[in-house]
């Protein structure tokens, strides 16, 4: 069983260049995420998605952008990356629930390098 | 806004050793839920609370959920080498119902 599955694993950019990350998922899961995690700061929520087509901000969208073109499918884009953008960046997807408590399933995450 | 503290930020333990680790918030929260990373991976779901007062295990894991709602408690028994990771907690965003609101985290390393 794959679940979530993020590529590339690692990337080094410079400064100005633009990369998508792929985040793929098969478990039919409606909601999709995007979050980086820095040292000592938790997971911050980038974008998110509902359904398929729909895209929301989360806490920090500055500078990213994302698209949710097909169910299984969340893109995360940065158009000219900046040094303050290395991190590591997780997806994770889950299904709705009457309360905010599905389980939600993160895929490894992506090492982001922007020199 | 929502925020949820976590202490310690981080522990050095002994094999063997019981472990405790907290988070609390000002805010109330109607579910506690507690993730685990190990290193190199993506954070996984340990246990979820959703009633005040309630106690869950999970193997060696025990998690409370605070009776005022505000805090709640993981301990794990008989530490070993594969608890090292950083544990999360995370509840519901009161402004969405999409959105979880996370700690920052407690890192376990195991004394050599």
């Known amino acids: 069983n794959a679940g979530v599955t993020q590529t590339p694993k690692f990337r080094v950019l410079k400064t100005g260049q633009s990369m998508t990350l792929l985040c793929a998922q098969d478990?039919?899961?409606?909601?999709m995420y995007w979050y980086r995690q820095d040292p000592g700061m938790g997971l911050r929520l980038i974008h998110y998605?509902?359904?398929?087509?729909?895209?929301a901000k989360g806490e920090v969208p500055d500078g990213y952008n994302v698209s949710r073109l097909k169910k299984q499918n969340f893109l995360l884009g940065l158009e000219s990356a900046a040094p303050s953008q290395t991190s590591v960046y997780f997806c994770?997807?889950?299904?709705?629930?009457?309360?905010?408590?599905?389980?939600?399933?993160f895929g490894e995450g992506s090492r982001l390098t922007v020199l | 806004g929502q925020q949820l503290n976590q202490s310690p930020q981080s522990m050095f333990i002994q094999e063997g050793e019981d472990v405790s680790m907290n988070c609390t918030s000002s805010s109330i929260f109607n579910t506690w839920l507690w993730y685990k990373q190990d290193p190199g991976e993506g954070p996984v779901l340990l246990i979820a609370l959703y009633k005040a007062g309630e106690l869950t295990s999970n193997g060696r894991l025990t998690a409370q959920f605070g009776i005022t709602r505000k805090d709640s408690f993981l301990n794990i028994s008989a530490s070993i080498p594969s608890d090292v990771g950083i544990y999360f907690c995370?509840?519901?965003?009161?402004?969405?119902?999409?959105?979880?609101?996370w700690g920052a985290g407690t890192k376990l390393i195991i004394k050599p």
């Open positions: 998605s509902v359904g398929e087509g729909t895209t």
């Open positions: 478990m039919n899961h409606e909601y």
């Open positions: 995370a509840g519901p965003s009161f402004h969405s119902n999409y959105q979880l609101i």
């Open positions: 994770a997807s889950r299904t709705p629930g009457l309360e905010n408590t599905g389980e939600l399933f």
